[in-house]
């Protein structure tokens, strides 16, 4: 319901009085609207905003980093927020809020999570780390599992990461069909 509403808004403050559009208000927007991911709501916006605003640098920045969080590219993510935290910083919990969408995609595709590349996708390192793991193994489910060369985390179980076998009843033949064929057979 609030991504209706902001497009909303957006849509009319563009259409119908283009002389209150606010470059800042409309990045805002936009940066809540990457700390929404997965969810469509940077594109939805995205769309909104006439061409010649998205050419400005800080639109043009916040594509960038947009399509590195689509692609799963967080190391090039978290480098190119480093150098855009004038543009980010105006937005208060946008590191947490990427953070958590880095591990949403990580619990998607992984079982075990080595460290280092947990490392990498949520940019903290060392004890902060640490500190941040302990702190899911306790209320998230995670395991630590300490190896011989690094740490691996076993996340959650989820329909992605642990996928199942189904039997479709639709494709088995049952037995007495099969023992029919026996008798052509020999």
């Known amino acids: 319901m609030l ?28 940066i809540k609207a990457l700390m929404a991911m997965p969810a469509p709501d940077f594109s939805l916006c995205l769309f909104l905003i006439p061409e010649h605003v998205q050419m400005e640098e800080q639109f043009k920045t916040l594509i960038v980093l947009s399509h590195y969080l689509e692609t799963g590219r967080f190391r090039q993510f978290w480098d190119e927020a480093s150098k855009s935290r004038n543009i980010l910083d105006v937005v208060p919990g946008f590191e947490q809020a990427i953070q958590s969408y880095a591990i949403h995609v990580l619990s998607l595709t992984y079982q075990k999570v080595p460290r280092p590349v947990l490392a990498e996708a949520i940019n ?61 057979l020999s």
């Not at 985390?153 to 069909?177: C, G, Q, S, Y």
């Open 124 to 184: 903290i390192e060392g004890l902060a780390l640490d500190k941040f793991m302990e702190y899911h193994a306790a209320n998230s489910g995670w395991v630590i599992e300490k190896g011989s060369r690094s740490q691996l985390i076993v996340l959650p179980r989820n329909e992605f990461n642990h996928p199942e076998l189904k039997k479709n009843t639709a494709d088995t033949v049952p037995f007495e069909h099969v023992t029919r064929i026996f008798p052509i």
């Open 3 to 30: 991504r209706l509403y902001v497009c909303i808004m957006i849509d009319f403050l563009l259409q119908f009085e283009p002389e209150r559009l606010s470059v800042q208000i409309v990045a805002r927007i936009l």
